[in-house]
Nanobody, 127 residues
Framework: QVQMVESGGGLVQAGSSLRLSCALSGGTFSRHGLGWFRQAPGKEREFVAAINWSGGTTRYTDSVKGRFTVSRDNARNTVYLQMNSLEPEDTAVYYC????????????????????WGQGTQVTVSS
């Protein structure tokens, strides 16, 4: 019943920006931690960013620190990923995910911490 739908991906040149959105439906997510993951061809799914229920705490993988910003609008049940200074290495399918309190013991960079997943949106960065 819970659904998450990503949007905002596309094809851009290196140095450009994209803003990904993920709309959540089927419930209220104001108390859910949210995360972004990505997966490039031939690679494992990689943690990108996470944000806690209030939006006051964020975490990023080292490769995107200073370039990406995760935020959320609980009134709209939406989480965002602002991606600046995009690099070809950022090319991947990006997924949003939501966790629940039952997985609170798991670190936010673990895909096992997340219960609900979107279908992904393609981001391609050309050189």
């Amino acid at each position: 019943q819970v659904q998450m739908v990503e949007s905002g991906g596309g094809l851009v040149q290196a140095g450009s920006s994209l803003r990904l959105s993920c709309a959540l439906s089927g419930g209220t997510f104001s108390r859910h931690g949210l995360g972004w993951f990505r997966q490039a061809p031939g690679k494992e799914r990689e943690f990108v960013a996470a944000i806690n229920w209030s939006g006051g705490t964020t975490r990023y993988t080292d490769s995107v620190k200073g370039r990406f910003t995760v935020s959320r609008d609980n009134a709209r049940n939406t989480v965002y990923l602002q991606m600046n200074s995009l690099e070809p290495e950022d090319t991947a399918v990006y997924y949003c995910a939501a966790r629940e309190l039952i997985t609170a013991a798991l670190p936010p960079n673990s895909p096992h911490a997340y219960v609900y997943w979107g279908q992904g949106t393609q981001v391609t960065v050309s050189s």
